[in-house]
């Protein structure tokens, strides 16, 4: 039979990635991060489209020759269609056309948010279905029912703020550099996550709300910082603790909830606050607790990557779900 040999293409927000994909086992993932965004605090659009469009035949021609596979050996070539920022969408998405017109190859497009959660699929031991995704990243909280590799629903869903925003822009107020999450996990490791209280926010239903916790946190150390001007040094761990705290809290009650509801006892985490070590030492604790087989992907597929869009672009191929070439990026793609 005739190997199916995907390279797969990942330019959302601000990594550059590029995968090779052969009869459904990743052979590599090769990331470029860009940081050029470390300065100002945050991803600056513009600058991310740039710099795909300088990273991106450099990292695509690495995992190509890496793979020791030639380009007339190539069966299709898959994207990020969305959800992402227009501009660096745009990148991933030219290229991928023009590749699959010079080669004659199909052209596979493929949603992030689902390629986040088939990243279970990457490594054994692999969920079974139907089960829940809670998928945490910079750009969104989601409980997907996962009913199939191609077949999922959101079923609950942050109205507001994602919950890495709320991490990262706790880290911000707390004077550290962007991307935050990772240094209020680092920093939480050594603190009281009783120390302070914030408040959890309320949303009926299955859905979410970080945007609260954000303001509560800016008053907090607004009020305190005027009685000691020193009182983010002295209790950075603390602080992140007790922040990180309330945010897990915030997740676990509407993921206990969903699984509850739906009957389900297969949990998967996805997405960049997925690497959270609080969050994953809570999974386990629930784990045990409630009887749940829980799963949680190999830290480089949690955060942004071409692997997962890889692993999305093989089933879709299995399926020949592919697109024309006449498609477009959809900046806010819904699952
Ligand atoms: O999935 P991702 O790489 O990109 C998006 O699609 O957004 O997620 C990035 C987010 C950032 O908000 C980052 O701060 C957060 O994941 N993050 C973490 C940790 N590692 C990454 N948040 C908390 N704890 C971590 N260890
Ligand atoms: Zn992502």
Known sequence: MKNINILAIESSCDETSASIISNGKILNNIVATQSVHEKYGGVVPELASRAHQQHLIPVIHEAITEAGIAHEELSAVAFTRGPGLMGSLMVGV????????????????????????????????????????????????????????????????????????????????????????????????????????????????????????????????????KEDADFITENMADICASVQFTLIKMLMQKLKRAAREHKVKEIAIAGGVSANSGLRAELNRLAGELGWNVYVPKFEYCTDNAAM???????????????????????????
């Open 309 to 335: 869009i890889a692993m999305a672009a093989h089933y879709k191929y299995l399926k020949g779900a592919f697109c024309g070439l006449d498609v477009s990026p959809v900046a806010k793609m819904k699952l």
């Open 94 to 225: 030219s290229f991928a056309k023009s590749f699959a017109y010079a080669l004659d190859i199909p052209l596979i497009d493929v949603n992030h948010m689902q390629a986040h959660i088939l990243a279970h699929f990457i490594d054994d031991p692999k969920p079974a279905f139907p089960f829940i995704c809670l998928t945490v990243s910079g750009g969104h909280t989601q409980l997907v029912l996962v009913k199939d590799y191609l077949e999922m629903e959101v079923i609950g869903e942050t109205l507001d703020d994602a919950v890495g925003e709320a991490f990262d822009k706790t880290a911000k107020l707390l004077g550290l550099p962007y991307p935050g999450g990772p240094l209020v996990d680092k920093y939480a490791k050594e603190g009281n996550p009783q120390a302070f209280q914030f408040p959890l926010s309320e949303m009926p239903g299955l859905n979410y709300s970080f945007s609260g916790i954000k303001t509560a946190v800016l008053y907090f150390l607004r009020d305190r910082l």
